[in-house]
């Protein structure tokens, strides 16, 4: 059987519900900026299409030519720097939960001493906010790696996070499971030759999951199932390491 060496996590959306948090910061960074701009939920659905904040933003002037685009483009990081701080604070006021399952499997992992990483397009700020306010102030050290934001120059769906860390694991993609929650994450990952467990979140629900080696509902819990949507199949219906080493060993 072919062991499990290593679990990755995308963060936004997989982890916890974030993007309304994301998207509440973009919206009162530009206001302090004087921006008449605001993202909805519709237009924020689309624009999620861009990974990364400064992307998004620089993505959102060359597109939509909102008032004020022309002194803006020059004042992107300003914008985003802002917005990281923004969200941050939201985040330490703890209006972020954790997603079902996502804690127990991130403990058994830990206390088993099974390596787990982090793989995303968000700034490495805001990952440590957002563990540290789901598990406590040491969080960032039960991660052997967290691959975050600008750490590579292709953002997801390019697989160059997942590689770096892979690299920086030093284990096989083959023996490795990560977790995704929207289209971008599962090509990102597939790319890098790691099998994903996607769990679609609100804002990637209508995403093509096709890619993925198993789509949940989400992770599940002894007492709160979850729902098998396609793909690869767990005995349980909730996701701990024993499902995993047994969905690492169908590949
Ligand atoms: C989600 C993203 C991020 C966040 C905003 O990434 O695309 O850009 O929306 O964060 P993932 P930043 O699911 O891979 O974590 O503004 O820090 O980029
Ligand atoms: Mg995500």
Known sequence: MMPLE???FDVDGT???????????????????????????????????????KERI???IQNWNP?????????????????????????NKREASPRPGILRLITEAHETGLPIAIATTTTPDNVVALLQSMLGDNAESWFSVIAAGDMVPAKKPAPDIYRWALE????????????????????????????????????????DFSQATSILSDLGEPDRPNKYVAGRRFKKDYVDLAGLQAFVAAG
Request: hydrophobic share 45%; net charge negative.
């Open 6 to 8: 290593a679990l990755i």
């Open 168 to 207: 920086k694991l030093g284990v096989d993609a083959k023996h490795c499971v990560a977790f995704e929650d929207s289209f971008n994450g599962v090509q990102s990952a597939r790319q890098a030759g790691i099998a994903v467990v996607a769990t679609p979140s609100l804002y990637s629900s209508e995403d």
């Open 15 to 53: 982890l916890a519900e974030t993007e309304e948090l994301h998207r509440q910061a973009f919206n009162s960074t530009f206001r302090a900026f004087w921006l008449d701009w605001k993202w909805d939920q519709a237009l924020y659905r689309d624009l999620l299409k861009v990974t990364g904040g």
């Open 67 to 91: 008032p004020g685009s022309d002194a803006a483009i020059s004042k992107v990081n300003e914008l985003h720097a802002e917005k990281t701080a923004r969200y941050a604070a939201l985040v």
């Open 58 to 60: 620089r993505h959102y």
